[in-house]
Structure formats: structure tokens, C-alpha cells
């Protein structure tokens, strides 16, 4: 298993995306381009500052990104939008092929400037500065307390580009990405604070039946229908199972301190229903 690029065992800020497995239908690698997403909570202890780390700065990012965030008047957020870019972008493109290197300076964070530019404009910090028509990727993030940025780009990879949306707030940071010509306005997500006085069964537990949940409203099954294991492809990329037959989906999972995150590609609505019909 993969060490990510905190140091921690992959896992630990779980990638489950859609895998493969015998008596997965030929058509499907082909029509559902993988998914990835992450999540960073800006409040754990060990996100704060670490804008402040040379030496994981040089280690994660390339020389244009280190620039930006050290520009930025909220340099850790721009980080960790820039680091769930790359990890969302890392999990989408290994689900094809497992052997991409995870080197977190070989993925490019691409920003799309006339995205960020009407994201800022009139927009008051909170520190009462107006910043209009910037051009700096971290001025996108200097937005006042309590409100919501929305950033598109792109992420360029090993295995070629991958489509970007980052949700950026005052308490997390949330990425998501898509392979190939594979449209993010489709993807199903969600975000989720883990309630700590409730025995969840772990936050791995948690995610997985946050999905489940959703899969199960959409095809109006009972939810002990279905069941998310192990592929054989990605690094650790499990799939959902319906009745123990694999589920034609694309599903990324992830969490970090408080929150935990799903990204979901359904196939078109007819043929969705006519998958779930053939399982009833």
C-alpha cells in the first residue's frame, strides 16, 4: 500500500474508487471516467501553519505553486487546496492505471484565471481589502469569514489532465476530479462532519455507508443490498456490489479530522435504470 504525501498509509485518508473485477460489463471502463476527491479539514492541529514547512513545501509542490501560496494572505488554505487538488487528481487517474507514480510534484495544479478573477471580484476580506480583478491564484481564497469560493481548473498529471473543482470554506477544503472528457456537473458529492459522541464505527465506516445511503435512495433498494469490497484495480480502490454483482459506478471516498467526503459518476439515468432493473 501507497504512503501518501502527509507520510501516512494511503488508507488512512481513504481513496475507494469503482474498481474492476471479473464479470465487470466491457462497456463500462469506457463510458465512466474515474472520479476522485479529497478533503482537508483546515482546523486539525497538523493542517495548521504548515505553510511555514520549507521543507514540505519543496517536497509537495512545484516552484509556480510555492510561489502562489507564499503570496497568498491565507497561505495554508491555498495549500491545502492545492494538496486535495493533487491527491483527487492522483486517485482518479491511478483507478486506469495503478502503476502512476504518486510524486506529488509531478501533478500541476492549473487554475482557471477567469474562473478565479469572478470568484474575488468585489469581494471584501476580512480584513476590510477589496481585492478586483487578481490574477494570483491565492487571492481566490481571500474571502470573508463564513462564506463559500468555488475553483475550476485543472490538474496535470502522469497520465494526462483531469478536470478540477476545489470548494474552498472556512472549515475544510474539498477537490474533486474526473479523468479524460469526464464532466464534474455529474458528479454526485458530498461532505459530512462526523459526530464524535455517536459510535459510528469508525470514520472509514462512516463514509462508506454516507454512499451506500445515496446509492440505495437512487435505486430504491434496501441498503443492506449493497456492500462496497475490494478491486483489483487502483491502490486499494474497492467497488460496490448490488446483490453481490458489481455496481456500474464510480465512487471516491475520503476523509480527514472532522469530515468525511464522497464523490459518485452514475451512468446515464436510462441506463441507470435499466441496471438497477435487471437486479430486481
Not at 441498503?223 to 465512487?251: N, Q, T
Amino acid at each position: 500500500m501507497p504512503v501518501n504525501w502527509r507520510g501516512e498509509v494511503s488508507g488512512s485518508n481513504e481513496n475507494t474508487h469503482g474498481g474492476s473485477s471479473d464479470g465487470w460489463p466491457a462497456w463500462r471502463r469506457n463510458t465512466l471516467p474515474p472520479v476522485g476527491n479529497d478533503i482537508v479539514d483546515l482546523k486539525e492541529t497538523d493542517n495548521c501553519g504548515k505553510s511555514g514547512d520549507d521543507r514540505f513545501l519543496g517536497r509537495v509542490f512545484t516552484p509556480e505553486e510555492r510561489d502562489r501560496i507564499v503570496e497568498a494572505a491565507y497561505p495554508d488554505k491555498l495549500l491545502w487546496a492545492f494538496w486535495a487538488a493533487k491527491e483527487a487528481a492522483y486517485k482518479a487517474v491511478s483507478r486506469d492505471d495503478p502503476s502512476i507514480r504518486s510524486t506529488p510534484r509531478s501533478y500541476h495544479v492549473a487554475l482557471d484565471d477567469q474562473n478565479i478573477r469572478h470568484t474575488i471580484s468585489s469581494v471584501e476580506d476580512s480584513a476590510g481589502r477589496i481585492a478586483m480583478d487578481s490574477q494570483e491564484a491565492g487571492k481566490a481564497i481571500d474571502a470573508p469569514a463564513g462564506s463559500e469560493s468555488c475553483l475550476a481548473g485543472r490538474v496535470i498529471t502522469p497520465g494526462g489532465a483531469a478536470a478540477l473543482k476545489i470548494i474552498v470554506t472556512d472549515d475544510y477544503v474539498h477537490a474533486l476530479a474526473v479523468t479524460g472528457d469526464g464532466d464534474l456537473a455529474a458528479l454526485v458529492h458530498r461532505v459530512d462532519v462526523v459526530d464524535a459522541g455517536k459510535d459510528t464505527g469508525g470514520v472509514s465506516a462512516f463514509v462508506r455507508r454516507q454512499l451506500l445511503v445515496e446509492i440505495a435512495r437512487r435505486l430504491d433498494c434496501p441498503i443492506d443490498d449493497l456492500a462496497i469490497r475490494k478491486g483489483r484495480l487502483g491502490p486499494g480502490a474497492p467497488s460496490v456490489f448490488l446483490r453481490d454483482l458489481p455496481l456500474a459506478v464510480e465512487i471516491s471516498l475520503s476523509h480527514d479530522g472532522r469530515f468525511t467526503a464522497f464523490a459518485l459518476r452514475l451512468p446515464r439515468s436510462s441506463v441507470f435504470a435499466r441496471l438497477a432493473s435487471k437486479h430486481f
